[in-house]
């Protein structure tokens, strides 16, 4: 499986643009899943419902179904967070994963920056960091795309992985 990531601090633009880039990309015929990674504690379940019902009474994992997806929740209880590795094994087989997050993973990757953030880059003390997609110049020894150009963006991921 194609892997490349989109990582950067807090408010950066990951999410926008790993929004934009599976739109651009899908949109020129390629299949795409994502992966987000979470800091915090999330939940997809709603108290009161059938499913987080059978979750608090101690299901280790739930498998929600309709004709139109599905989803499984696997409580980890006590168990270590699972490395990218062993989520990335659960996905069915696609042209590409973009992966938000898992900015130390070995993985390419394309930083995103806000400049309105005042957070220091990440790229220039990381290989993994192919790109960097900014809105506002700079000057590395990498490339530097506008934060907003995505067609240029899905140009140089797909380049790198080979699509």
């Known amino acids: 499986m194609r892997l490349y990531g989109v990582v950067g601090w807090k408010n950066a633009g990951k999410t926008g ?3 934009r880039l599976v739109t651009e990309i899908t949109g020129r ?3 795409v899943s994502t992966v987000k990674h979470a800091h915090h504690s999330f939940d997809v379940d709603h108290p009161g419902k059938d499913s987080h019902r059978h979750r608090v009474a101690g299901a280790r994992e739930v498998l929600l179904a ?3 997806r599905f989803a499984l929740m696997h409580e980890l209880h006590d168990e270590d967070e699972p490395t990218l590795e062993m989520l990335l094994a659960k996905l069915s087989p696609v042209d590409l994963v973009l992966i938000e997050g898992y900015k130390r993973d070995t993985h390419a990757k394309v930083e995103a920056h806000r400049a309105v953030t005042g ?3 990440i790229a220039p003390d990381d290989a ?3 790109a ?3 809105d506002t110049p700079l000057t590395l020894d990498k490339p530097v795309f506008d934060l907003n150009n995505t067609k240029e ?3 140089f991921i797909l380049a790198e992985v080979g699509l």
């Open 17 to 19: 643009l790993m929004e």
């Open 29 to 31: 015929g390629f299949s």
């Open 66 to 68: 309709s004709r139109n």
């Open 119 to 121: 957070n220091p880059l």
């Open 128 to 130: 993994s960091i192919r």
């Open 132 to 134: 960097v997609a900014s």
């Open 153 to 155: 963006i899905a140009d």
